[in-house]
């Protein structure tokens, strides 16, 4: 019997409770837009999931595409690819559910952080489901030094694109998408704040 690390890898949590809600069924295809070693993909690829995942870290999609080797031998070397997030050469509406795990707070401004999230929306069904967490300034506002437009001195040391409710709520409207849930946001010891952004693609 597989223990639960073994089963579902160091998935994140939140994505974790999109599988408890059932939005994230057998038979759907996920991508992983910045999938990085993949963490989040390991019960999807056991369970025989259709996964793509992209990164701009050729290191990171060989440990996938390994990853992939080891637990779903059926999926092909193609569905992996080596690439920036906003440039992905995944076709439009491929994917039933995209996945954006700490990534869009790496943008480099408001137009970088703008062709990620377009880019991610494109490759998603009509009806298909968005799942980000990203860094946010919500809840320590007080703990953040702003650098240059939305990029800020976060306490943990970094420096990262931060978005708020206010702008989260302005590209849902653009979008014309639905909020799947109310956004959330998890505050790590004042350090830094992870934000939950669960989108709904119109049919």
């Known amino acids: 019997m597989l223990t639960l690390q073994e089963q579902f890898g160091q998935i994140d949590v939140y994505l974790f409770d999109q599988l408890l809600k059932g939005r994230i069924r057998p038979g759907m295809t996920i991508l ?29 999609v060989a440990s ?10 059926a999926l092909w070397g193609s569905n992996f690819h080596s690439e920036p997030v906003e440039n992905m050469t995944f076709p439009d509406a491929c994917a039933d559910v995209v996945i954006s795990s700490a990534v869009l707070h ?13 880019e991610m929306w494109r490759t998603l069904k009509p009806g298909g489901l968005f799942f980000a967490r990203l860094g946010s300034t919500i809840g ?55 934000t939950t ?7």
């Open 32 to 60: 992983d837009a910045g999938c990085g070693g993949g963490r989040n993909l390991v019960y999807l690829l056991r369970e025989g999931y259709e996964v793509l995942a992209a990164d701009a870290s050729h290191q990171a």
């Open 64 to 73: 996938v595409t390994a990853m992939a080797e080891a637990l779903n031998p």
């Open 106 to 118: 790496f943008a480099r401004d408001d137009h970088h952080f703008q062709a990620m999230l377009d």
């Open 140 to 194: 320590i506002e007080a703990q953040v030094r702003q650098l240059q437009g939305r990029r800020y001195l976060v306490p943990d040391g970094s420096e990262r694109y931060l978005v708020d409710e206010a702008l989260l709520l302005a590209h849902t409207e653009r979008l014309g998408a639905q909020l799947a849930d109310p956004i959330k946001t998890t505050i790590v010891q004042n350090l830094r704040a992870m």
């Open 197 to 203: 952004w669960v989108l709904r693609k119109k049919l």
